[in-house]
């Protein structure tokens, strides 16, 4: 970060502008806007700034500058067409430690100005760092599109009860959630159709509620974030991350994608790493009852969906049990997102007419799982968590009736810019394991489709797709 954004409190203060001409007249407008006063310096004035003279909104010492002039100013715009003044002028607000603009001349600028969305009292900006101006316009072109001119008459209702609602609610987050329920639900709404007398009278209930019972009922997000790219995460899964007052994660889930979940959330690490849970899955069920019932908005993320292998059903059983209120977001899932990025169609009306789920993760040997059924051709067999058993697994499926030939796949970090896939057939495929030192997370897929990676692998791993 170059530049520090922050928003400062000029009402009243005085501000020096020195230059007369358009450019002086438009950042002297701004300063005007923020309650500030304006002492323009500069020979000459020109239209617009002589107006802003005649009508008394500026004060205006009509002589060139000198020495002495920003004495008492807070803030300082050097906008004369003279480089050598300017850079006497921004030396000398440098020495009295004064902030200082000079129009386009970023080097001299100890800040510089953003692109503003205002919406009083909301103000938003945008800046590149001086990088580029067109840019922070652009950007600025398209919040100004999506934020409702309301905003600001929204704001200036909440403003009026914040002192209640703080006294409502002894707790921060508490009184946090209730304003985000309000700034996003009907009393919003009703400000955005012009309605403001409904809209105040509903707020004023709704205070009213809250103050005879100001507990705020927690629930649990159950999401599914996709086997590792974060393009993949559903608008739903997104915007509940982005909500959540803590993160109960799994390694499953990628970094991108954790680096997309509210900033100032608590993460707390459940684990899930082959036979090292580092918690058990008890205690995960008990710990997601636990944060809701202190009003927490609980987001449990967990790699792929969570109804594929991944527990979630355990976990909502046990939310309906202690009647916490809850949803659940689907997910990519590592065999759909993986085979697909590998260019591994799970179907194919030639080759599998047909496709199975199955987990590697062998519990006692080989026994539990119907190798009869798995056996069979014509079908794509997708094994989770197999990669420690990939020699059982191929053995199994050849004692079966499986043809040894059969092409077999290894997905190594599937969809993600480290993504591997390696091709080989049940003979082979314990081989590539060792030799490429496959590592978790990898999607086993056996069956006919494999082959046609060959034509259909479009992903290239480490290049961002356009
Ligand atoms: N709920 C998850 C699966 C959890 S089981 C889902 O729906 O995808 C964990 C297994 O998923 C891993 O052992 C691996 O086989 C597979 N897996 C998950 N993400 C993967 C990825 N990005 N690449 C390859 N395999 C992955």
Wanted: net charge negative.
């Amino acid at each position: 970060m170059n530049y520090l954004p922050i928003f400062y409190d000029l009402r009243g203060k005085s501000t020096r502008v020195i230059g007369g001409g358009g450019i002086a007249a438009r950042k002297a407008d701004l300063l005007l806007e923020a309650g500030a006063r304006v002492v323009v310096i500069a020979p000459q004035t020109h239209g617009e700034m002589t107006e802003m003279v005649r009508e008394g909104r500026v004060d205006w010492t009509q002589r060139e500058y000198r020495e002495g002039d920003l004495d008492d100013a807070v803030l300082v715009i050097a906008a004369t067409d003279d480089r050598q003044v300017n850079e006497r002028i921004a030396a000398v607000a440098a020495k009295q430690h004064i902030p200082c603009n000079v129009v386009d001349n970023p080097e001299l600028c100890s800040f510089i100005m953003p692109s503003i969305i205002n919406r009083d009292p909301v103000q938003i900006a945008v800046s590149t760092g001086g990088a580029s101006p067109v840019l922070a316009r652009l950007i600025r072109t398209r919040l100004e599109s999506c934020t409702p001119s309301a905003y600001g008459k929204l704001a200036r209702l909440v403003e009026q009860y914040r002192d209640r609602v703080k006294a409502t609610f002894g707790r921060v987050e508490e009184r946090r959630k209730f304003w985000e329920s309000i700034l996003e639900g009907p009393v919003a709404e009703h400000v955005f159709a012009g309605r403001d007398a409904d809209a105040r009278e509903l707020l004023e209930r709704l205070i009213d509620e809250a103050e005879a019972d100001p507990k705020y009922q927690g629930e649990v997000y159950l999401v599914g974030a996709g086997p590792g790219d974060p393009d993949l995460l559903t608008f739903r899964a997104l915007r509940l991350m982005q909500k959540a007052d803590v993160i109960v994660y799994d390694r499953l889930v990628s970094k991108p994608i954790m680096d997309l979940v509210r900033r100032d959330a608590e993460r707390i690490y459940a684990g899930k790493e082959r036979a090292n849970h580092a918690i058990p899955q008890e205690n995960i069920n008990q710990l997601l009852v636990r944060l809701a019932k202190e009003g927490k908005r609980v987001l449990r993320l967990k790699g792929g969906d969570n109804f594929i292998f991944g527990r979630g059903g355990e976990e909502i059983a046990e939310l309906i049990d202690e009647g916490v209120p809850f949803q659940v977001v689907p997910g990519i899932t590592a065999a759909s997102g993986c085979t697909t990025y590998a260019g591994i169609p799970l179907t194919h009306r030639d080759y599998a007419q047909a496709c199975i789920f199955v987990t590697g993760h062998l519990k006692d040997g080989t026994a539990d799982l119907n190798w009869d059924m798995l056996s069979h051709a014509h079908q794509t067999v997708v094994f989770y968590m197999g990669l420690n058993n990939v020699a059982a697994i191929c053995d199994n499926l050849k004692a079966h009736g499986r043809d040894a030939s059969t092409p077999a796949a290894l997905i190594e970090k599937g969809t993600t810019p480290e993504q591997r896939v390696f091709i080989g057939n049940l003979d082979n495929l314990a081989d590539l394991v060792a030799e490429n030192r496959v590592k978790a997370p990898t999607l086993i897929v056996v069956g006919e489709v494999v082959e046609l990676h060959k034509k259909l692998a479009w992903f290239k791993p480490g290049e961002e797709i356009k």
